[in-house]
C-alpha cells in the first residue's frame, strides 16, 4: 500500500509538470507529413516541403478551444504577417482531430495559419512534447512547446512554458534573428 501511494504521488508529480525533454538547438528535427486545415479547408502538411520555403515554425498546444491555446492561437494569428514577412511558415499541432482543427483553424486561427491534427501522437511524441494533463482523467496531451526549425532541418529554437504569453514573441525574434542573418 505504502508502495503504491508512493507512486501514486510521483505519477502526480509527472502530471503537473511539463515536459523537460524538449528537442535542443541543433537537433535534427523530426520530419513529418500531417493532416491540417487552414481556413477550414484541409491538406497535407509536409514539413520537409515547407522548409524548402525558409524556417517553420512550429509549435505545439494541448487542446483546441480550451482558454490557453485560444489565446495562443489568437496571438499567432494577430503575428501571423510577420512571420510571413520573415520567410517564415507556422503552423500548430495537437492531437486534435482533423474536424476540430477544421473549425479551430476558422474560428480561432482566424484563417491565417493551419493546424495540424496528431491523435496518434506520433509527431507530438517524435518532437518530446507529450504531457499528462493535471486532470481527473490524466488524459496525454501535447505539452506547450514551440520550435523554431532552420531550412537545414536542425532545431534553431525550443522554448518549453504552459503560458502561451511568450511564444510568439520568441518564435518571431528567433525567425527575424535567423532572417537577418541569411540575406541574400
Not at 483546441?64 to 503552423?91: M, P, R, Y
Not at 501522437?121 to 520550435?147: H, K, M, N
Amino acid at each position: 500500500m505504502k508502495r503504491m501511494a508512493v507512486s501514486m504521488t510521483l505519477l502526480g508529480g509527472l502530471a503537473a509538470t511539463p515536459a523537460l525533454a524538449a528537442l535542443k538547438p541543433g537537433d535534427p528535427a523530426p520530419d513529418f507529413t500531417s493532416e491540417a486545415s487552414v481556413g477550414g479547408k484541409d491538406f497535407s502538411f509536409s514539413l520537409a516541403d515547407a522548409l524548402k520555403r525558409g524556417p517553420v515554425v512550429l509549435y505545439f498546444y494541448p487542446k483546441s478551444f480550451t482558454k490557453g491555446c485560444t489565446i495562443e492561437a489568437h496571438e499567432f494569428a494577430e503575428a501571423a504577417d510577420s512571420f510571413a514577412a520573415a520567410g517564415a511558415t507556422l503552423i500548430g499541432m495537437s492531437k486534435d482531430t482533423i474536424e476540430t482543427q477544421r473549425k479551430f483553424s476558422s474560428e480561432e486561427c482566424r484563417d491565417k495559419f493551419p493546424v495540424a491534427a496528431d491523435p496518434a501522437l506520433s509527431v507530438i511524441r517524435s518532437y518530446d512534447a507529450v504531457r499528462i494533463a493535471p486532470t481527473a482523467s490524466g488524459e496525454i496531451v501535447s505539452d506547450r512547446i514551440s520550435y523554431v526549425i532552420g531550412p537545414d532541418g536542425k532545431v534553431l529554437y525550443s522554448y518549453v512554458d504552459p503560458a502561451p504569453d511568450k511564444h510568439i514573441e520568441n518564435t518571431l525574434a528567433v525567425v527575424k534573428q535567423w532572417r537577418e542573418q541569411h540575406k541574400n
